[in-house]
């Protein structure tokens, strides 16, 4: 009788492990699969800074190529490809880079979708003759 009492003991023991696992290795799934989304995104947001800056830089060098060629355009652009040749909004792309200008004020703005939503990378600038 103490023999078939202690192996229905074991069965319960061994259910209840068995739980106990079950719940870590989700919660560690869990936190693998959220660590990886956020790693992503991270990745996202680096590259849509660095359009941005780059897109920054270029809009300096056209500056000091012709400060009036540069102070007369205002608008607003697509610099996916960098010139000032396309409208926004930009529509293709997986990083899509629109330029506001007015008069000296200037908002660089890189966006791009991320599991149904849309992100944005916003950089303002003002630039003067000198």
Do not use: H
């Amino acid at each position: 009788m103490i023999l078939r009492l202690r192996s229905g003991q074991i069965i319960i023991e061994l259910v209840i492990a068995l739980a106990v696992a079950m719940v870590a290795i989700v919660a560690l799934i869990q936190s693998t699969t959220k660590s990886v989304s956020n790693s992503t995104f991270s990745k996202s947001q680096t590259t849509a800074t660095e359009y941005a800056t780059e897109a920054i830089v270029w809009l300096r060098s056209e500056k000091n190529k012709s400060w009036p060629d540069f102070s007369a355009k205002d608008g607003s652009y697509c610099l996916n490809t960098l010139d000032w040749n396309s409208p926004s909004p930009c529509t293709t792309g997986e990083f899509k880079k629109d330029l506001v200008k007015t008069a000296d004020n200037l908002t660089v703005t890189v966006s791009w979708d991320e599991k149904g939503q849309t992100f944005k990378v916003k950089q303002d600038i003002t630039f003067n003759k000198y």
